[in-house]
């Protein structure tokens, strides 16, 4: 086995190991029968990046990058299904996938019908799907600040920073095989996130040693 099939590899088993964090939330929402404390976003936002590296991954011909998000983007549609399923906000859940949808089907005929194929066509896809990733992995930081002033790291989850950490380090050297940067840009800051995320749980765990469990976060 050469490298780049075990970086493959290792992309695969953590990115979908990543994504199946969501089954937590899953679970809770079929238990309680409600979505209390659980944000949709991050489900739908999760969703649309898929997809969009998805046809990243289709057009590269890269099967990495295509089985990786065909199973990311199963994941995502059915944790928004039991979210519409358990939800009291059914319109505003609605209109917010609605609205997805109308991006992504407009993403879609742009990249199809008015970009040149080939080069064009894949550079254009990778810089937006990197784009899209970059400010993913950025939005907690808004969290990450909340949680140094209050020294409370309760609605961090540390699988989830573990699985972060080792996907986003995975795909930064896989990208580097493929001399690809829309891959090794993009998941960078995963790696950065991370690291400032151990730091919090090693600077507050004497705050929180009390706490039987994280509450799990998207990101």
Request: hydrophobic letters at 45%; aromatic letters at 16%.
């Amino acid at each position: 086995m050469d490298l780049l099939q075990l970086l493959s590899w290792a992309c695969i088993f953590f990115t979908v190991g990543m994504f199946s964090t969501g089954l937590t939330d899953l679970k809770k929402m079929r238990e309680t029968k409600s979505t209390e404390n659980i944000q949709f976003l991050p489900f739908l936002t999760t969703c649309l990046n898929n997809l969009g590296w998805l046809y990243y991954g289709i057009l590269k011909v890269d099967q990495t990058i295509v089985l990786v998000n065909i199973i990311g983007a199963l994941l995502q549609s059915l944790y928004i299904f039991m979210y519409l399923q358990y939800t009291t906000q059914k319109r505003v859940v609605l209109s917010e996938t609605l609205a997805a949808g109308i991006v992504l089907t407009c993403g879609w005929l742009y990249f199809s019908m008015f970009v040149p194929e080939g080069d064009t066509r894949l550079s254009q896809l990778g810089l937006t799907c990197s784009v899209f990733t970059v400010s993913m992995y950025l939005s907690p930081l808004t969290d990450l600040v909340d949680i140094v002033r209050s020294g409370n790291v309760q609605c961090l989850s540390f699988p989830l920073t573990v699985a972060t950490f080792f996907t986003s380090v995975s795909w930064v050297l896989y990208g580097q095989e493929l001399h690809d940067y829309y891959i090794v840009v993009p998941n960078t800051p995963g790696i950065f996130t991370s690291l400032i995320r151990f730091y919090l749980f090693w600077r507050y765990a004497s705050v929180n040693h009390s706490s039987p469990s994280y509450k799990p976060m998207q990101i």
